[in-house]
C-alpha cells in the first residue's frame, strides 16, 4: 500500500539565512521529501510550509495524509491554534506524526505529550554519537550499533516528556551529555516519533543513516486497520435483567 507523506517545514531559516539557504536550496522540507522518495519503500510524498494558506495543512490535506514529518524552530508560535488542533485530531485518528529536532516544540507534539518538553542545549558544533538502544525495533532496520553525526547543536537531558511507549536511540555527546533521541509513542490510533537530529545549520538531513531512520519511521508510523472505535453512548449488545433495580 502506499503512504501517502506530507513534510511539512516552517520554511524561515532558509528565507532568512543565506548559509542555510546554500545548504538546503530546497529547504529542509525538500531534503527530507527527495530523502523519503530515495530511501522509503512505496511512499508518495508532498510538502507544506508555514506560509501557505492555512500553513497547508488543510482539512482537506491532512485527510490525505497518511503520516506527518514535521520541522520547526523559530515560528512555532506562528503556527494557527486551529491548525495544531487539526493535527492533533488527526493523529488521534490514525495518522502518523514525526516531529524532528525541534518539532519537539512544536504545538501538536507538545499538546500530545501534554508537557513542557523542554531541554538543555548547546550550540556551537560537537559531534553526536547515536546508540540504537532497541535493536528490534523496526526503525533500527538497516543500521549498524551506533552512527556518528560530525558537527551538530547538543541536546540533554532531563527532557520533560512522557515516559516514552519505546526508546529506539540515545545519543552521547562530545560534551559529556546523553539524551532520548528517538522516542516512539502512540495516542489515540495514531503513532509518533520524535527524533532529535536535524538542525539547521548542519547539513543532516543529507546523511545516509539520518534519510535511513526517516525511511523506517514512516513505515512505522503509517496507519494499521486495528478494530472499530466506538465511542460515546451506546446499545447494550446482550439484554440486562433491570428487576434487581426494582
Given at each position: 500500500m502506499t503512504i501517502r507523506v506530507t513534510v511539512?517545514?516552517?520554511?524561515?531559516?532558509?528565507?532568512?539565512?543565506e548559509s542555510v539557504a546554500e545548504r538546503y536550496p530546497e529547504g529542509i522540507h525538500g531534503a527530507v521529501a527527495a530523502g523519503l522518495e530515495e530511501d522509503a519503500v512505496d511512499v508518495e510524498v508532498r510538502t507544506a510550509t508555514l506560509?501557505?494558506?492555512?500553513?497547508?495543512?488543510?482539512?482537506?490535506?491532512?485527510?490525505?495524509?497518511?503520516?506527518?514529518?514535521?520541522w520547526s524552530h523559530c515560528a512555532n508560535h506562528e503556527v494557527e491554534d486551529d491548525v495544531a488542533g487539526r493535527v492533533v485530531d488527526r493523529v488521534h485518528e490514525g495518522m502518523g506524526f514525526v516531529p524532528l529536532h525541534s518539532g519537539k516544540n512544536s504545538k501538536p507534539f507538545k499538546r500530545l505529550m501534554g508537557t513542557t518538553?523542554?531541554?538543555?542545549?548547546?550550540?556551537?558544533?560537537?559531534?553526536?554519537?547515536?546508540?540504537?538502544?532497541?535493536p528490534g525495533h523496526p526503525i533500527a532496520d538497516g543500521l549498524e550499533g551506533f552512527f556518528e553525526i560530525p558537527s551538530t547543536e547538543m541536546y540533554g537531558e532531563p527532557y520533560d516528556v512522557p515516559e516514552p511507549d519505546r526508546t529506539v536511540f540515545i545519543s552521547w555527546f562530545e560534551g559529556g551529555e546523553v539524551f532520548r533521541s528517538g522516542l516512539c509513542y502512540r495516542r489515540g490510533r495514531g503513532r509518533i516519533f520524535a527524533f532529535r537530529p536535524g538542525h539547521e545549520e548542519y547539513p543532516i538531513f543529507y546523511q545516509d543513516e539520518v534519510k535511513q531512520v526517516i525511511a523506517n519511521a514512516v513505515e512505522w508510523a503509517a496507519p494499521t486497520e486495528g478494530a472499530?472505535?466506538?465511542?460515546?453512548e451506546s446499545e447494550p449488545i446482550e439484554s440486562i435483567d433491570s428487576s434487581a433495580d426494582e
Amino acid at each position: 500500500m502506499t503512504i501517502r507523506v506530507t513534510v511539512w517545514n516552517e520554511n524561515v531559516h532558509e528565507q532568512e539565512s543565506e548559509s542555510v539557504a546554500e545548504r538546503y536550496p530546497e529547504g529542509i522540507h525538500g531534503a527530507v521529501a527527495a530523502g523519503l522518495e530515495e530511501d522509503a519503500v512505496d511512499v508518495e510524498v508532498r510538502t507544506a510550509t508555514l506560509q501557505e494558506p492555512e500553513h497547508g495543512l488543510t482539512e482537506d490535506v491532512l485527510a490525505e495524509t497518511d503520516v506527518l514529518v514535521w520541522w520547526s524552530h523559530c515560528a512555532n508560535h506562528e503556527v494557527e491554534d486551529d491548525v495544531a488542533g487539526r493535527v492533533v485530531d488527526r493523529v488521534h485518528e490514525g495518522m502518523g506524526f514525526v516531529p524532528l529536532h525541534s518539532g519537539k516544540n512544536s504545538k501538536p507534539f507538545k499538546r500530545l505529550m501534554g508537557t513542557t518538553c523542554n531541554i538543555k542545549y548547546r550550540h556551537g558544533g560537537e559531534t553526536e554519537r547515536i546508540w540504537v538502544a532497541d535493536p528490534g525495533h523496526p526503525i533500527a532496520d538497516g543500521l549498524e550499533g551506533f552512527f556518528e553525526i560530525p558537527s551538530t547543536e547538543m541536546y540533554g537531558e532531563p527532557y520533560d516528556v512522557p515516559e516514552p511507549d519505546r526508546t529506539v536511540f540515545i545519543s552521547w555527546f562530545e560534551g559529556g551529555e546523553v539524551f532520548r533521541s528517538g522516542l516512539c509513542y502512540r495516542r489515540g490510533r495514531g503513532r509518533i516519533f520524535a527524533f532529535r537530529p536535524g538542525h539547521e545549520e548542519y547539513p543532516i538531513f543529507y546523511q545516509d543513516e539520518v534519510k535511513q531512520v526517516i525511511a523506517n519511521a514512516v513505515e512505522w508510523a503509517a496507519p494499521t486497520e486495528g478494530a472499530e472505535a466506538v465511542w460515546g453512548e451506546s446499545e447494550p449488545i446482550e439484554s440486562i435483567d433491570s428487576s434487581a433495580d426494582e
